[in-house]
């Protein structure tokens, strides 16, 4: 079977590394593996341990040991990890993924993808004129995918976030920050790379919400540190996708002959719109279904392994960052030990969504109690 994966992130490149490792004869297109991708590169524990080419090959990353939450209200609270998240240059990550994918017998081919058509095969065509017919594509080619366009639908607006923000050279710790403000339907950040801060702000997809955005990640900026200085330093911009429960439901990952893994099929977490572990995760199982030669099978797999998870965050990513809400949240993680524990374990990736009630609830004694002795009041 001779393979097209449009797309070189780490989701195409797992994806061409477990084909081509099948024996599948499987081309790799990207116009560039070596770029940096401005926001995003961070991995839960959980992704860590699962894909273990990102421990145990050497590629630096910042590992980050704090996370510091601020309420709407000014509140605040910080949790230490046990094990560290681990932030990469996506520069770093991807070609790193992509030579990995060479390795393993992928052909990588620096070319742009123009237009993908399907007859008795597919044929595939490259911004340089070039055109090739294959059995089967891959389209892991991001929020604005043309496999996706082609072949099942493009994301609607409002299964989009926009991520704007700045990079702070030359500045870097190991501690996660994060901020929920009244009027910002999401979460300001600060996060650390090896030799930069990159600061930013994630909401829905609006009309004229870049310009808010970039409003309120100045004004954060300034609380940061009044010295710096905005205007002077590297912006940034990217969609991610975040799809609504209902558009999950009725969501195209796979057709005849091809499929969509990463970004393109928005295997992407609603609400913390962490994409990475969720992109290798769809990249494995399309891999593993194309292989045994049933390609259907892999929107049920994915069903079974990630969608109740999805699901689960999309039908709270509306009412998770009401003020009245992140407010509690952050106060609740100031006073509860046991509440911190659990907000380890989701950060890390060791809770599910899906008993994260059930604990709480098992966790609520040992919460009231801290709350009595120490006389917090909510």
Do not use: N
Not at 25 to 38: G, V, W
Not at 112 to 136: E, N, P
Not at 215 to 220: F, G, P
Not at 356 to 375: D, F, N, Q, Y
Request: glycine letters at 10%.
């Amino acid at each position: 079977m001779r393979i097209a994966v449009i797309g070189g992130g780490p989701a195409g490149a797992e994806a061409a590394s477990r084909l081509a490792a099948g024996g599948a004869q499987t081309i790799l297109f990207d116009p560039s593996f070596d770029r940096e991708k401005p926001c995003g590169g961070g991995v839960p524990w959980r992704g860590l341990q699962e894909f273990d080419g990102l421990l145990g090959e050497g590629i630096p990353a910042a590992d980050i040991r704090h996370v510091h939450f601020e309420g709407p209200s000014g509140g605040s609270a910080s949790i230490k990890l046990p094990a560290p998240l681990r932030v990469f240059s996506r520069r770093t990550l991807d070609s790193h993924w992509a030579e990995r994918a060479g390795r393993c017998g992928a052909m990588l081919r620096r070319e742009k993808i123009v237009s993908v058509s399907r007859g008795d095969r597919f044929l595939v065509r490259t911004a340089s004129g070039d055109q090739q017919v294959f059995d089967f594509v891959v389209g892991a080619d991001g929020a604005r995918s043309l496999v996706r366009a082609t072949f099942a639908r493009p994301f609607a607006p409002e299964d989009l976030s926009q991520a704007i923000g700045y990079y702070v050279p030359g500045r870097t710790d190991d501690t996660l920050r994060l901020a929920f403000r009244e009027d910002l339907h999401g979460y300001l950040w600060s996060f650390p790379r090896l030799d930069h801060l990159a600061v930013g702000a994630c909401a829905p997809l609006a009309p004229r919400s870049a310009a808010r955005l970039r409003a309120a990640v100045e004004r954060y900026l300034q609380r940061l540190d009044p010295g710096l200085d905005p205007s002077a330093l590297p912006y940034y911009s990217a969609l991610i996708p975040c799809l609504s429960s209902a558009s999950q439901a009725r969501d195209r990952k796979a057709g005849p002959g091809w499929c969509l893994v990463g970004d393109a099929a928005g295997a992407v977490d609603p609400l913390t719109r962490e994409g990475i572990y969720y992109g290798l995760k769809s990249a494995a199982l399309a891999a593993g279904a194309i292989l045994r030669g049933r390609p259907e099978e892999y929107p049920d797999d994915w069903q079974a392994a990630c969608g109740g998870e999805l699901r689960w965050a999309s039908l709270r990513r509306e009412r998770f960052f009401e003020p009245e809400l992140t407010d509690r949240l952050v106060r609740l993680l100031g006073a509860s030990a046991a509440v911190r524990k659990v907000m380890v374990d989701l950060v890390l990736g060791r809770q599910s969504y899906l008993t994260l009630k059930r604990r709480l609830l098992a966790s609520a004694p040992a919460a009231a109690i801290e709350w009595v002795v120490h006389g917090w009041r909510f």
